[in-house]
């Protein structure tokens, strides 16, 4: 069973940074895509920012040059810098991780956390 755990969230100035951090727990064989998503009030869940196994990195275009995603695949745990803030990045911030807890020829599944709030003030 995989549980994960998201840290960091608040209440911030706007200017101001924010680290978020999610970290897996349970056994873990394999680690693919992790994401950041959020969702404000009344809006749809939409991507932050994305890390494929490969390396490759994706940021919605809100996110570009200012947030920036990290992984460590030892622990495994996922992380989300997020500088210059501004008001409307408050929002409800989700974290997914695509992992495999069985054998290596079993399947990969998606894990969302619960959500930490961050709150931008102007």
């Known amino acids: 069973q995989v549980e994960l755990v998201e840290s960091g969230g608040g209440l911030v100035q706007a200017g101001g940074s924010l680290r978020l951090s999610c970290a897996a727990s349970?056994?873990?064989?394999?680690?693919?895509?992790l994401g950041w998503y959020r969702q404000a009030p009344g809006n749809q869940r939409d991507l932050v920012a994305s890390?494929?196994?490969?390396?490759?990195?994706n940021y919605s275009e809100s996110a570009k040059g200012r947030f920036t995603i990290s992984r460590d695949n030892a622990k495994p745990t996922i992380y989300l810098q997020m500088n210059s803030l501004k008001p409307e990045d408050t929002a409800v911030y989700y974290c997914k991780l695509q992992l495999r807890t069985g054998p290596d020829w079993g399947t990969w599944d998606d894990y969302w956390g619960t959500g930490i709030q961050v709150t931008v003030s102007s």
């Open positions: 890390s494929t196994s490969t390396g490759f990195i």
């Open positions: 349970g056994r873990v064989t394999g680690i693919g895509t």
